[in-house]
């Protein structure tokens, strides 16, 4: 069955780094597109970014251009957010979401790992 | 201020129909298709419609979509209690080049 598993958050203060990951099984990694979509604590669901099967493509949402990157490694069937000079608005739940297998849009979701921003 | 607008709140009794809307543009689902999620409370999003009226194995069919035009609905039927929760719309931007939520619609089952 498809497991991902986020890792990687925690509490960071404002303008410093973080990386998360998010660890694949039970698919065919290197087949399927990947999104990186967060949730603030008692808010709605933001799209933050996705990547295509070879790594060749990837969007951000504007709210994070320029500061974060996703990337990942098919050897490893590992997803990737490097984020950089976070902000307070970026605390949120990051969720790691696998493609559809029959369309690109956001399918099957993770559990999430909380990143907090405070000082 | 999300670009796609769902009413913030919905509610139903057991075994009603309720519809939740989802309004974008010409960009957005004017021009791409429409999927919708559902967040059970404490848990992540499970895809519920995907290309605005497909279910995945599993989703009941009292749960449909449709589409006309910039706009969006989600339909349940026999309102169950499981049922609450909170919903989501998303597709596509092609102005933005990324995907767009909806703010999301809290769910009542009275």
């Known amino acids: 069955q498809v497991q991902l598993v986020e890792s990687g958050g925690g509490v960071v203060q404002p303008g410093r780094s973080l990386r998360l990951s998010c660890a694949a099984s039970g698919f065919t990694f290197n087949n399927y597109g990947m999104h990186w979509v967060r949730q603030a604590p008692g808010k709605g669901l933001e799209w933050v970014a996705v990547i295509s099967y070879d790594g060749g493509n990837k969007y951000y949402a504007d709210s994070v251009k320029g500061r974060f990157a996703i990337s990942r490694d098919n050897s490893k069937n590992t997803l990737h957010l490097q984020m950089n000079s976070l902000r307070p608005e970026d605390t949120a739940v990051y969720y790691c979401?696998?493609?559809?297998?029959?369309?690109?849009?956001?399918?099957?979701w993770g559990q999430g790992t909380l990143v907090t921003v405070s000082s | 201020q999300s670009v796609l607008t769902q009413p913030p709140s919905a509610s139903g009794t057991p075994g009603q129909r309720v519809t939740i809307s989802c309004s974008g543009s010409s960009s957005n689902i004017g021009t791409n298709t429409v999927n919708w999620y559902q967040q059970l409370p404490g848990t992540a999003p499970k895809l519920l419609i995907y290309?605005?009226?497909q279910r995945p194995s599993g989703v009941p069919d009292r749960f449909s979509g449709s589409k006309s035009g910039t706009s969006a609905s989600l339909a349940i039927s026999g309102l169950q209690s499981e049922d609450e929760a909170d919903y989501y719309c998303?597709?596509?931007?092609?102005?933005?080049?990324?995907?767009?939520f909806g703010g999301g619609t809290k769910l009542t089952v009275l």
């Open positions: 290309i605005n009226n």
């Open positions: 998303v597709v596509w931007d092609d102005s933005l080049n990324g995907w767009v």
């Open positions: 979401v696998k493609d559809h297998s029959s369309s690109s849009l956001p399918d099957y």
